[in-house]
């Protein structure tokens, strides 16, 4: 794959940050009880993965994440489609999207566990509602943009509404349907992770939370460090397919 220059340019970010940060952490200037190298988080990683201790949390936490996003990516999407044809309910719904994510989510985290108790789902209901707002949104956006031409040939057609979404107006809409399923990601593993923090014993929220308490820097940072490798690659899996459709539209 070829590097274009914003990515190389960012790679060099990162790159000069991180060297930064462990030259701060070798010198001494950010002591250990704070932070320790980048070098020794990777290395404590590996050891931790190696020696399986987390693979319960990290399975609970993943499997509840993709749950959670899959939930919100179909709910997401059908509700888009639906509200797209529903122009009474758009304009009332639509301003209230804005301003969504001002809402404090955590704040109903004690309801949820009162309605479904301290299992799983309280987990998965807080990473969905993140998440599905932000589905909806994006489906609009590129339901919005799908060419009038497509839309008359359906007609001529004579397809249905579901006919027409499923041939014609999502596959068209398919790069924005993408940037919505980036989002929902990123928004489940900070709900389903920031429950996890909340009240759970188990799962990689729990671990961190309780390796902080207890100043384990050598579970704590590695944990974290796993989360971002996971979202760094789960995004930039589904910013290539994103780019990969757009170019194949740009082309036809």
């Known amino acids: 794959m070829k590097l274009t220059r ?73 509700l888009g489609v639906a509200l797209h044809g529903w122009h009474a309910a758009r304009q009332v719904l639509e301003p209230l999207f804005a301003t969504y994510y001002a809402i404090p989510i955590y704040a109903f985290y004690p309801l949820l566990i009162i309605m479904f108790g301290l299992g799983d789902v309280p987990q998965v209901l807080t990473g969905f509602m993140l998440a599905v707002v932000a589905v909806i949104v994006n489906t609009l956006n590129g339901l919005d943009r799908v060419s009038r031409v497509l839309m008359k040939t359906a007609r001529v057609y004579r397809l249905g509404p579901i006919a027409t979404a499923l041939k014609v107006t999502l596959p068209s809409a398919a790069p924005y349907l993408l940037t ?54 789960l995004n930039a899996a589904l910013s290539h397919w994103e780019r990969v459709i757009a170019r194949r539209r740009s082309r036809s």
């Open 6 to 78: 914003s990515v190389y340019y960012r790679f060099v970010l990162i790159g000069g940050f991180v060297l930064l940060l462990e030259l701060l952490c070798r010198s001494g200037v950010i002591d250990r009880l704070t932070m320790q190298p980048p070098t020794d988080m990777v290395r404590d990683l590996v050891l931790l993965l190696i020696s399986g201790k987390m693979n319960a949390a990290m399975l609970k936490t993943f499997v509840n994440v993709a749950v959670a996003s899959g939930l919100a990516v179909i709910a997401g999407i059908a």
């Open 180 to 233: 919505g399923v980036r989002l929902a990601v990123a928004y489940a593993f900070i709900g389903v992770i920031g429950a996890e923090f909340i009240m759970s014993r188990t799962g990689i929220g729990y671990e961190i939370s309780f390796a902080y308490n207890n100043f384990d820097n050598r579970v704590m940072y590695p944990l974290i460090l796993l989360i971002l490798i996971t979202s760094i690659a």
